[in-house]
């Protein structure tokens, strides 16, 4: 069953403006944590920004938010005043923790173009 | 930069061969992971090591096998390689073996099996 989802598969925005990036997610577990990546055309992974289920305060970083909404199992990612290198794969993963190990389940990715 | 490595960068083979991809995590971290991209199945989650032992497997494919070394390295082999296998093929690391840690990607390996 898949436990993270993307609803938007591709997204423009305006230069300047601010966009949401919606994922929303699935699991029993108590404990978890919830990432966003963003990957360039070429290719890396680039962390953006963390929230774990415990946390009491939405997560910031820079021009990156995290709207965590637990009751509705949604983390969407806001970006203030975007910029023309915001144009990026952007994939919602949440963090799996059991006895074992730390495994990280994607969503499918939302493609964000920046237009001038 | 994250600190992870990753080689090769690129790399093409044939149907039926065997390649070996090769990570160095972080200084200091103690996990490494594989994660398999691909246009069919998105990004996948293949295994975890955690200092030297295998922590956690995903989907990942008997013609599939990893390991790490005792400097932490770590070597995921793919073996009887088939069309479908034609991936970019990403490495992370982290510090813990569990949560509470964050993981940081290598550059990435893109196998293309022609």
């Known amino acids: 069953a898949q436990k993270i989802t993307q609803t938007q598969p591709g997204m423009f925005v305006q230069e300047k403006e601010a966009v949401t990036l919606d994922c929303t997610y699935d699991?029993?577990?108590?404990?978890?944590?919830l990432f966003w990546y963003k990957q360039p055309s070429s290719g890396e992974m680039i962390f953006l920004i963390y929230?774990?289920?415990?946390?009491?305060q939405n997560a910031t970083e820079g021009r990156y938010s995290l709207n965590f909404q637990k009751a509705r199992k949604s983390a969407n990612l806001v970006i203030s005043a975007s910029q023309l290198g915001d144009s990026a794969m952007y994939f919602c993963?949440?963090?799996?923790?059991?006895?074992?190990?730390?495994?990280?389940?994607f969503g499918g990715g939302t493609r964000l173009m920046v237009k001038p | 930069d994250s600190g992870v490595t990753q080689t090769p960068k690129h790399l093409i083979t044939a149907t039926g061969q065997r390649v070996t991809l090769r990570c160095s995590p972080r200084?200091?971290?103690?996990?490494v992971y594989w994660y398999q991209q691909s246009l069919d199945q998105g990004l996948q989650f293949l295994i975890q090591?955690?200092?030297?032992?295998?922590?956690a497997k995903g989907n990942i494919l008997e013609r599939f096998s990893a390991q790490q070394f005792p400097d932490l390295h770590s070597e995921l082999n793919l073996s009887s390689l088939e069309l479908g296998d034609s991936a970019l093929y990403f490495c992370?690391?982290?510090?813990?073996?569990?949560?509470?840690?964050?993981?940081?990607f290598g550059p990435g390996t893109r196998l293309t099996v022609t």
């Open positions: 200084s200091g971290d103690l996990s």
């Open positions: 993963a949440m963090r799996e923790v059991n006895n074992a190990g730390n495994m990280l389940t």
């Open positions: 699991t029993s577990d108590p404990s978890y944590g």
């Open positions: 929230q774990g289920s415990y946390d009491q």
């Open positions: 090591y955690y200092n030297g032992e295998e922590r």
């Open positions: 992370a690391s982290s510090v813990g073996r569990t949560g509470g840690s964050e993981q940081y």
